[in-house]
């Protein structure tokens, strides 16, 4: 399954990447997160629970960081497994783009999901997939437009 979109946020992209790679803020981004803890460097470990339909699981996974281009690109590689639930890995390129507003978020993500979740069809997986997408990029813009403003009062 794949999920593309863009974000525009207003604030630098130093500071989009400085939030893009900070476990505080990624764990209030990620929707169910529990638990996240690691760093940029050494990469994500997380805990995670979800509902997915009427599949429930806490997923425990890890995310990599790979070809680092700061500030501007980077992609992240990761898998989290979920019991009986099954298991999801992927991989999302995310690009960042100076512009007058700010900054342009782009990301393109490649998912795969298996056990009980792939039985409950693409299509309902896919809009999971999306509306947590849709809902973490929300999330994340929220905290880093409100945390650059409060920087610059």
């Known amino acids: 399954m794949e999920l593309t979109g863009t974000r525009m946020i207003t604030a630098d992209p130093q500071t989009v990447w ?5 476990a505080e803020t990624l764990q209030a981004c990620i929707p169910g997160c529990q638990e996240l803890s690691g760093t940029a460097e050494e990469g994500f470990a997380a805990t995670v629970k979800q509902k997915v339909g009427p599949v429930s699981a806490t997923f425990k996974g890890e995310v990599k960081l ?3 281009n700061a500030p501007h690109s980077y ?5 989290g497994k979920g019991g009986v639930a099954g298991f999801a890995k992927g991989r999302a390129d995310v690009t960042l783009t100076e512009v007058p507003e700010g900054t342009e978020l782009s990301y ?6 298996g ?3 792939a039985q409950l069809g693409n299509r309902f997986i896919g809009g ?3 509306k947590m997408t849709d809902q973490f990029f929300e999330n994340f813009q929220n905290i880093v437009e409100d ?7």
């Open 18 to 22: 400085n939030h893009l790679n900070n």
């Open 66 to 68: 790979e070809n680092l």
């Open 75 to 79: 992609s992240l590689v990761g898998e």
């Open 108 to 113: 393109s993500v490649d998912a795969k999901v």
């Open 115 to 117: 056990g009980k979740l």
């Open 128 to 130: 999971f997939a999306k």
């Open 147 to 153: 945390n650059s403003s409060e920087s610059q009062s």
